[in-house]
């Protein structure tokens, strides 16, 4: 059953980037996964719910691999910080199905998927307050919680507007401005 189940997250992570969700239908989920109507109806109610559980896992599984990469609290915060992001960007590389369906396609599943979207958002803000915020420079800033969300609401719209237009393959540049831009607020 989780064989199946992740199958069918997967064949629909694939069909959105190829299609867009708007154009993908239950059908062509299960045409690329070979799974039965039947089964895909024990796991989900509807194209939503899959695509909804879809996002949520590859949301987990990204989270997951920028905190293991970022490495323990020992570690010098820009250390961190810069682990994390190589993690994010090169993620986004290995897995376009998944970044195109988490970073585009979300917003137009509706407003349960924008809602989903936004607590995303907020999650990555915190990471990144976490990592940045054990610098005692970054706390000197006038808001550094605000200041993480700039960074993560910047490096989101960057990442995206190259997913978008299936540019996956830029995404490890950005690293060294991004970097750079950092630097000279802690540096000042």
């Known amino acids: 059953m989780a064989s199946q189940r992740g199958r069918l997250l997967l064949g629909m992570a694939e069909a959105v980037a190829e299609k ?17 109507r039947e089964t895909f109806y024990e ?7 899959c695509f909804l559980a879809a996002f949520d896992k590859a949301g987990e599984l990204l989270e997951a691999g920028v905190r293991e ?23 986004m590389v290995s897995e376009p199905a998944l970044a195109k369906m988490f970073l585009t396609e979300i917003y137009a599943a509706g407003r349960a998927a924008a809602d989903r979207r936004v607590d995303v958002q907020r999650r990555w803000v915190n990471l ?17 919680h605000f200041a ?15 997913v978008a237009i299936d540019d996956h393959a830029s995404l490890p540049a950005l690293r060294e401005p991004i970097l750079a831009l950092i630097h000279s607020v802690v540096d000042r």
């Open 20 to 36: 867009g969700y708007t154009r993908t239908s239950v059908a062509e989920v299960l045409k690329r996964v070979h799974v039965s």
């Open 43 to 49: 796991h989900f109610a509807d194209k939503e719910a």
């Open 69 to 91: 990469a970022a490495g323990p609290p020992e570690l010098p915060p820009m250390e961190r910080f810069d682990r994390a992001l190589t993690a994010y960007l090169d993620l």
């Open 128 to 144: 990144f307050t976490e990592i940045l915020t054990a610098d005692e420079r970054w706390r000197t800033l006038p808001d550094p």
């Open 148 to 162: 993480c969300s700039l960074v993560v609401g910047g490096v989101g719209a960057m990442v995206t507007a190259r």
